[in-house]
């Protein structure tokens, strides 16, 4: 017997499937195992090679093939040869095919041939992170959406819950002590949201956000005398840019998410 345990595991695709489903039971298990993908697996002679290995290593294998020629090959020999072989793929598809009443397709790899949609909702979310809190003002130019608003009105949230919207949003602190970058007057108002919420829901926000830092609650960041100048700060960079305002004071990031994309369509 190896020192670690091996594994071995085939796909007529990436094989990424069948490893995350071996790893998954592996975790029961105390010790350390070790897994040996053999990806696009299309032929006899890569599942005899394999099954060779791993009776010499005394390995198991698990396996995602949808091919029913291959998928019975594999069991047949694994059985002949006394080696523990586990189909994950296979019982699943034949359920399925008795349930619906119908032929699977039998194309490996399927799950993996992401479409149009899916790659513009990675990369709005790339976005998101990447001009978030204003950390680079170029992207202010690039957004479908800006948002705008003092400390903890839910900007980050938003954002990346419109960015599974396939939508791409940066976000700007408002801070009396730091002007607002200029790309925000040079583009349409029109994609520029101003978060407002009243003075006592930011105060108690803050406090609570004091206190899960371990801080005292009466720190200058949730002084009413301060919340109020960011507010008035806010009010004037909202008018100067012209854009429209949305309350978030008791609203979930869900609802006002939802509030914006009337507002934009």
């Known amino acids: 017997m190896q020192d670690k345990p091996l594994v071995y595991v085939l796909s007529d695709s990436v094989g990424e499937t069948a490893e995350l489903v071996i790893k998954a039971g592996l975790s029961q298990f105390k010790g350390e195992y070790k897994v040996q993908r053999i990806p696009y697996v299309e032929d006899k002679k890569t599942i005899d090679e394999t099954l060779q290995l791993a009776t010499e290593k005394e390995g198991i294998v698990g396996f995602t093939l ?22 994950i793929m296979g019982p699943m598809i034949d359920a399925m095919k008795r349930s ?107 406090k609570e956000r004091l206190k899960a830092l371990g801080l005292g609650d009466q720190a200058t960041y949730a002084n009413m005398e301060r919340i109020h100048q960011e507010l008035q700060y806010f009010d004037e960079a909202v008018e100067k840019i012209g854009c429209r305002v949305v309350d978030v004071s008791h609203k979930a990031v869900e609802e006002t998410a939802n509030t914006i994309l009337r507002m934009i369509k």
């Open 100 to 206: 619906f009443g119908s032929d699977p397709r039998l194309e490996p790899g399927l799950v993996h041939q992401l479409d149009e949609d899916y790659f513009k909702r990675v990369e709005a979310i790339e976005f998101a992170v990447k001009y978030d809190d204003g950390r680079d003002p170029r992207g202010i130019a690039r957004a479908d959406i800006i948002l705008i608003g003092v400390s903890r009105t839910s900007k980050t949230p938003l954002s990346q819950y419109l960015a599974h919207k396939r939508l791409k949003v940066a976000n700007v602190p408002i801070v009396p002590e730091v002007d607002p970058p200029e790309e925000l007057f040079d583009v349409n108002p029109d994609k520029c949201i101003g978060l407002r919420i009243s003075p006592a829901k930011l105060n108690d926000i803050r």
């Open 66 to 87: 949808v091919d029913p020629g291959l998928r019975s090959y594999l069991n047949k020999q694994a059985d002949e040869k006394n080696i523990e072989a586990i189909d």
